[in-house]
Structure formats: C-alpha cells, structure tokens
C-alpha cells in the first residue's frame, strides 16, 4: 500500500533513495526534508511545505505539486516531467538539470528569477 502522511509535519525527516511512488502527503510539512535520490513518481504532494528540502535527483514524474510551496529548494538533477505544477512556488529554487518536460502549470505558478520554464518544456494552461 501506498504511505499516507497527509497534513503531518515531516521536517528534517530523511527519505534519501525512499520508495514513495504513489504516497499521500498533501498538505504534509517537509521543512528542510531530506529526498535526495527518492522515487515520489504520481506522489500527491499539493498544497504541501517543501521549503529548503534537498530533492536532488529525486523523480518526480506525474506528481501533483499543485499549491506547493518548494522556495528556496534544491532540485539539481530532479525529474519533473508530466508533474502538475500549477500553483507552485519555485521562487529561490535551484533548477540545474532539471527535466521538466510535459510538467503542466499555470499563471500562478512562481519561477526563480531567470528561469525560462517554456524553454525547459513546460505546458501552460
């Protein structure tokens, strides 16, 4: 079965290389987590508090980040492609290497200064 942690608070867990794929953590508080390397493909992590988390190669694939708050996180090398980023706040977020193909947002979406998400391959809707 798939992990539920929803509107837990998490900060400063580690879930370095995790198997989270599928997980519940909506509205969950990951302050400062550790996922460098973890597998959250289609994990629910909207409206959740990702600032200053380590996702450092993390896949995220299909995700749902809808109204996640990711400022000031690192995401080197993290698979975003077909993740729901609509409402998402990317300020202060480091996005080297990072694949964010077919990754869906909208006008709410935050970006870090300078970043160019069409040209990552973003879709806006």
């Given amino acids: 079965p798939n992990a539920i942690f929803t509107d837990a608070v998490l900060d400063s867990a580690l879930f370095t290389r995790a198997a989270l794929s599928g997980a519940k953590l909506a509205g969950v508080s990951m302050i400062r987590t550790n996922f460098v390397e973890a597998n959250l493909r289609n994990a629910d992590l909207s409206n959740a ?26 995401m080197v090398g993290t698979n975003l492609q077909g993740a729901n980023l609509r409402g998402a706040d990317f300020t202060g977020v480091v996005l080297s290497d990072t694949t964010l193909t077919d990754a869906y947002a ?7 200064d300078g970043f160019d998400p069409v040209s990552a391959g973003v879709i806006f809707d």
Avoid at 51 to 70: E, K, P, Q, V, Y
Avoid at 106 to 112: I, L
């Fill in 49 to 74: 508090t990702l600032t200053s988390a380590f996702l450092t190669g993390a896949r995220m694939i299909d995700t749902n980040l809808n109204g996640t708050n990711l400022q000031e996180a690192v």
């Fill in 106 to 112: 909208d006008s709410t979406t935050t970006w870090p």
